[in-house]
C-alpha cells in the first residue's frame, strides 16, 4: 500500500510469459495489484495515472526496455514514475545506457525476492512523496486561480463602471484591498494608515498631486497577493518554516500578476507597488533582488510606511512595538533596507503620520 493507504499498481512488462507469472506471483505476496503487457507498445498503451511502477524488462523484441524507458520519460506527466530495470545484463555501459534513458534501479536475473521487495518499497516511498508534493502544489494553484479569477471578474466590472464617479472608483479599489485583509482583524485600518503615510512621504519628497493621489489610492492594494497564500500559513502564530517562507514571498508576483496588464492607472500603480513593496535599497528584498533606484519609487516609499505600521500594530505572530522602538529598529536600516532619502522626509514628517496613526487606529 502507497502512503495514502491506496494498493500500489505496479504494471510488468515482459515478453515472456513465465516471467510475467513470477513477477505476478511475487507482487501479489507483497500485497501489490498489478497489470501486464507483453511488449513496449503494449506497455506504454496501458501506462497511466494508476501506475505508480513500472517493472521493466531489457531484452525484448522490436522495441526493448531502452526504449520503453526513454517513451515513458518523453511524457511529461510520467516524470516521476519510477522505473526498475529487469536485466541479465551486468556490463557497466549497459547499465549507463539504462540510467540515460531513464531507468531509477535496476534487479539482476534471476530475481531474489528480497531484493525486489526493498527497491519496490524504496521507490514507492519515494513516489508517494512526489504525489504529496504535486498534489499540494496543484490545490495551492487551483485555490489561487480561483481566487485570481474572482478578482478579475470584479476589475472587469470596475472597468466597465467608467461613467461612475471617482469617488465610487476609489472606494471599489478599497474594497477589494481590504480583501486581502479581512482575515485578520488587527490589521483592519492597515490600508488607510499605510496609504496616507505613503502620501505624505510622496508630497514632501516633490511629487506633484497627481501623482501623491495615484500613490494614495494605488498603495492600499500592496498586499492583495494574499489572496492567494492559504490561510495556515498567512495566520501562523509563529515564525514560517523555509517552504512556508517561500510561499508567502509569492504573494508579491502574486498582486502584480492580478492587477498588472489593466487600463486603470490606479491598478499599474498598485502592480508596481505589489512586486516591490519588498525590496531593499541594498539588493537584498525579494522577489526580484532590486537595490537602489532600480526599485520604482513608489515600491521605496511603500516599503518605509509599510514597515513601519508593520512593527507598530499587533499580528498574530507578534505583539505591537512603540514607536520609539519601531524608529529605532528602522534607523538600522537606513542606507540598507530603506532609500536613505525617503526615510529622512518619513522622519521629518512624524508628528503627521503620528497624527494619521490615531485617526485610523485600529
Known amino acids: 500500500m502507497d502512503e495514502a493507504g491506496r494498493t500500489a499498481r505496479i504494471l510488468i512488462v515482459d515478453d515472456e510469459l513465465i516471467n510475467r507469472k513470477v513477477l505476478e506471483g511475487l507482487l501479489k505476496s507483497y500485497g501489490l495489484a498489478c497489470v501486464s503487457a507483453d511488449s513496449g507498445p503494449a506497455a506504454l498503451a496501458l501506462l497511466d495515472e494508476s501506475i505508480d511502477l513500472v517493472l521493466l524488462d531489457i531484452m525484448m523484441p522490436g522495441m526493448d526496455g531502452f526504449l520503453v524507458a526513454k517513451a515513458i520519460r518523453e511524457m511529461p506527466r510520467f516524470a516521476d514514475l519510477p522505473i526498475v530495470m529487469v536485466t541479465a545484463l551486468s556490463a ?63 476589475l472587469v466590472e470596475l472597468e ?16 477589494l484591498s481590504a480583501a486581502a485583509e479581512y482575515k485578520d482583524e488587527d490589521t483592519a485600518s492597515h490600508i488607510m494608515r499605510m496609504s496616507r503615510y505613503c502620501a505624505v512621504i510622496a508630497e514632501h519628497a516633490g511629487l506633484d498631486d497627481e ?24 495566520l501562523k502564530p509563529g515564525k514560517l518554516n523555509d517552504q512556508e517562507w517561500e510561499v508567502m514571498r509569492r504573494h508579491t508576483v502574486m498582486g502584480a500578476n492580478i492587477l498588472g496588464d489593466s487600463t486603470s492607472k490606479y491598478l499599474e ?14 539588493g537584498s528584498g525579494y522577489p526580484n533582488a532590486l537595490a537602489g533606484e532600480d526599485i520604482p519609487l513608489f515600491g521605496r516609499i511603500c516599503a518605509v510606511a509599510d514597515v513601519f505600521d508593520a512593527l507598530t500594530t499587533r499580528r498574530p505572530y507578534k505583539e505591537a512595538l512603540s ?34 496613526q490615531q485617526e485610523y487606529r485600529d
Do not use: C
Open 269 to 282: 500603480a498598485g502592480a508596481v507597488i505589489a512586486a516591490t513593496h519588498h525590496e531593499k535599497w541594498d
Open 92 to 154: 557497466k555501459e549497459d547499465r549507463l545506457r539504462a540510467v540515460e534513458a531513464g531507468a531509477n534501479d535496476f534487479v539482476a536475473k534471476p530475481i531474489d525476492s528480497t531484493e525486489l521487495s526493498v527497491r519496490m518499497k524504496s521507490l514507492l516511498r519515494m513516489k508517494g512523496y512526489h504525489d504529496e508534493v504535486k498534489g499540494y502544489q496543484l490545490h495551492l494553484e487551483q485555490m489561487v486561480a480561483e481566487k485570481t479569477k474572482a478578482l478579475r471578474g470584479a
Open 160 to 175: 466597465h463602471a467608467r461613467l461612475a464617479t471617482v469617488r465610487a472608483h476609489m472606494e471599489t479599489i478599497h474594497k
Open 211 to 234: 501623482t501623491v493621489d495615484l500613490i494614495l489610492n494605488s498603495s492600499p492594494m500592496h498586499d492583495i497577493g494574499k489572496m492567494g497564500i492559504p490561510d495556515a500559513i498567512l
Open 323 to 356: 514607536n520609539a522602538e519601531a524608529i529605532e529598529i528602522m534607523a538600522r536600516g537606513r542606507g540598507s533596507h530603506f532609500d536613505p532619502a525617503l526615510f529622512d522626509i518619513f522622519l521629518a514628517r512624524f508628528t503627521v503620520i503620528e497624527a494619521i
